[in-house]
T-cell receptor, first 115, second 112 residues
Framework: DARVTQTPRHKVTEMGQEVTMRCQPILGHNTVFWYRQTMMQGLELLAYFRNRAPLDDSGMPKDRFSAEMPDATLATLKIQPSEPRDSAVYFC?????????????FGPGTRLTVL | GEDVEQSLFLSVREGDSSVINCTYTDSSSTYLYWYKQEPGAGLQLLTYIFSNMDMKQDQRLTVLLNKKDKHLSLRIADTQTGDSAIYFCAEPASGGSYIPTFGRGTSLIVHP
C-alpha cells in the first residue's frame, strides 16, 4: 500500500527554535510538493520539486524557510527561526509525470504549533 | 491571478443529495478538479473533468461544468456519514502550469 509518509505528525516548539519536517514520497514519484494549510489562508503551495530539483519556491518566506531533497526518497522543509505565525499543518504530496501535477498523493501532514 | 471560490459549509441529511458549488476565474483551464480531505488526513483526488466536457459521472458522484459561467459543481447522491469531509475545488494555475490552485474548501456535514 504505497503512501506518502511525513514525520513528525505533531510538533510543538517555542518561538525561535529550528523545525525540520520530513517527507518520504511514494517510491517512483518524481514530483514533490510542500503545502501549508491554515484556517485563515487555506491551502498554500510553498514549493515543489521535480526530479529532486526545486522548480518553484516562491510561496515560501525565503528568510526563514528552506526546502531540499537530499535524495529521491526524502524531502525536507526547515524553518529557522520559527515564529508563532508558522503554526499550521504542513502537507507533503508526490506525483508522477505530468499527471502528477493533477493527481497528487498527499501525506497525513505535520501539525506544527509554535508557542 | 486565479481565484477559486466556494461556500465554506454545507449541511445535509443522510440519504439526501449534496451539491457543492465552485466558481473559478481562468477560462483557459484545461481541466478542473475536486479533492476530498477527511478529518486528520491529507487531500485525495476525488475526480477531475476536462474542460471540453459538460458532465462527468462516477458512481455516486456527478460533476457539472458550466464554462460560460465558470461554474463547477459536485453532486453526491445518497450522501452517507462517511462523506463528511472538506471538499476542495481546484484549477490549474495560469501560465501553463499544471499546479492546482485550491479553493478554501467546503465542509460537508452529514447528519442522521
Amino acid at each position: 500500500d504505497a503512501r506518502v509518509t511525513q514525520t513528525p505528525r505533531h510538533k510543538v516548539t517555542e518561538m525561535g527554535q529550528e523545525v525540520t519536517m520530513r517527507c518520504q514520497p511514494i517510491l517512483g514519484h518524481n514530483t514533490v510538493f510542500w503545502y501549508r494549510q491554515t484556517m485563515m489562508q487555506g491551502l498554500e503551495l510553498l514549493a515543489y520539486f521535480r526530479n529532486r530539483a526545486p522548480l518553484d519556491d516562491s510561496g515560501m518566506p525565503k528568510d526563514r524557510f528552506s526546502a531540499e531533497m537530499p535524495d529521491a526518497t526524502l524531502a525536507t522543509l526547515k524553518i529557522q527561526p520559527s515564529e508563532p505565525r508558522d503554526s499550521a499543518v504542513y502537507f507533503c504530496a508526490s506525483g508522477s509525470g505530468l499527471a502528477g501535477y493533477r493527481e497528487q498523493f498527499f501525506g497525513p501532514g505535520t501539525r506544527l504549533t509554535v508557542l | 491571478g486565479e481565484d477559486v471560490e466556494q461556500s465554506l459549509f454545507l449541511s445535509v441529511r443522510e440519504g439526501d443529495s449534496s451539491v457543492i458549488n465552485c466558481t473559478y476565474t481562468d477560462s483557459s483551464s484545461t481541466y478542473l478538479y475536486w479533492y476530498k480531505q477527511e478529518p486528520g488526513a491529507g487531500l485525495q483526488l476525488l475526480t477531475y473533468i476536462f474542460s471540453n466536457m459538460d458532465m462527468k459521472q462516477d458512481q455516486r458522484l456527478t460533476v457539472l461544468l458550466n464554462k460560460k459561467d465558470k461554474h463547477l459543481s459536485l453532486r453526491i447522491a445518497d450522501t452517507q456519514t462517511g462523506d463528511s469531509a472538506i471538499y476542495f475545488c481546484a484549477e490549474p494555475a495560469s501560465g501553463g502550469s499544471y499546479i492546482p490552485t485550491f479553493g478554501r474548501g467546503t465542509s460537508l456535514i452529514v447528519h442522521p
